[in-house]
Nanobody, 127 residues
């Protein structure tokens, strides 16, 4: 069974840090771009960060630039999102996703570009 499983979410005070991990099972992420999206209650899913299949480039939403870092370990089949200086506006369900295209030469920030999704991990930032 192909699965992406996110972990590492939780409740944190504003200004704090969290590290989210996305672990793949039953599928390989090695040749695919990976991304994190988030969805807050009553809001549309929004792009957070993406990393190219070979880790040669990454892309971030303006709202998280300088605070979040996406990385990957293809040998371990995992992707990580390190978040710091968290704000209440960062509160959301965070989902990881695998690109539908193998070895895409650029990083996609649109959700239709991703085919396999995890169930998400909740991040709540208190003020």
């Amino acid at each position: 069974q192909e699965r992406l499983v996110e972990s590492g979410g939780g409740l944190v005070q504003a200004g704090g840090s969290l590290r989210l991990t996305c672990a793949a099972s039953g599928l390989s992420i090695g040749h695919y771009g990976m991304a994190w999206f988030r969805q807050a209650p009553g809001k549309e899913r929004e792009f957070v960060a993406a990393i190219k299949w070979d880790a040669g480039s990454s892309r971030y939403a303006d709202s998280v630039k300088g605070r979040f870092t996406i990385s990957r370990d293809n040998a371990a089949n995992t992707v990580t999102l390190s978040m710091s200086s968290l704000k209440p506006d960062d509160t959301a369900l965070y989902l990881c996703a695998r690109d539908r295209q193998i070895r895409r030469s650029w990083t996609a920030d649109a959700s239709p570009s991703y085919r396999i999704w995890g169930q998400g991990t909740q991040v709540t930032v208190s003020s």
